[in-house]
C-alpha cells in the first residue's frame, strides 16, 4: 500500500460555453458506459473465478499455509483473467470497438476508469462490500488520468 501523504482539493468554477458543457456531459456519458460495461464483464469473470474448482480447491487449503492458499487464488483468477491488467485490456478493446467511446475518451482514462471497476468488484471479491452499484445517467460525474501530467485537453 502506498504511504498517504497530505493533501488537499481544490474546486476552482470553470468559464464554460454550452459548447465546452456538452463537451464536458459527453465524456462523462462515455466514461459512464464504459465503466458500467467494465463492472458488468469483472462481475462474470469474479463469478466464473468462485464456480471454478480452483477456486473450490483454494478454500479448502489450510489457513496456516498462506502462502499456498494465495498462490492458489491467484491462480483461479488468472485462469479466468480476472485482473486489474486483464480488465484493462477488455476496456481498450471495448472502447476501440465502440469509436464514439474512443473519441472522448483517452487511453489513460479509459485504463483509469477499468481500475476504478476492479476496485469495486475487488472490494465484493473479499467480502468488504455486498455488490457492485452500476451508473446510471448523470452519476458519473468524475474522470481522471493516471498521473498529474494527462486531464482533458480542449481541441477546439
Request: aromatic residues 10%; hydrophobic residues 40%.
Amino acid at each position: 500500500m502506498a504511504a498517504k501523504t497530505t493533501s488537499f482539493v481544490t474546486e476552482i468554477p470553470l468559464i464554460t460555453t454550452s459548447k465546452d458543457l456538452s463537451v464536458l456531459a459527453a465524456r462523462c456519458e462515455a466514461g459512464r458506459q464504459l465503466y458500467n460495461a467494465v463492472l458488468s464483464e469483472g462481475k462474470s469473470r469474479l463469478q466464473l473465478v468462485r464456480d471454478s474448482d480452483l477456486y473450490q480447491q483454494a478454500k479448502q487449503i489450510n489457513k496456516t499455509d498462506k502462502k499456498a492458499k494465495v498462490g492458489a487464488f491467484q491462480k483461479a483468477r488468472d485462469v479466468y483473467r480476472f485482473s486489474d491488467y486483464d480488465l484493462q485490456a477488455f476496456a481498450n478493446k471495448t472502447a476501440i470497438a465502440s469509436v464514439w467511446i474512443k473519441l472522448h475518451l483517452d487511453a489513460n482514462t479509459i485504463q483509469k476508469i477499468a481500475s476504478r471497476a476492479f476496485k469495486a468488484l475487488e472490494r465484493m471479491a473479499f467480502g468488504k462490500a455486498k455488490k457492485v452499484r452500476f451508473k446510471q445517467k448523470g452519476q458519473f460525474a468524475s474522470l481522471e488520468g493516471k498521473t498529474n501530467k494527462q486531464g482533458i485537453r480542449a481541441y477546439w
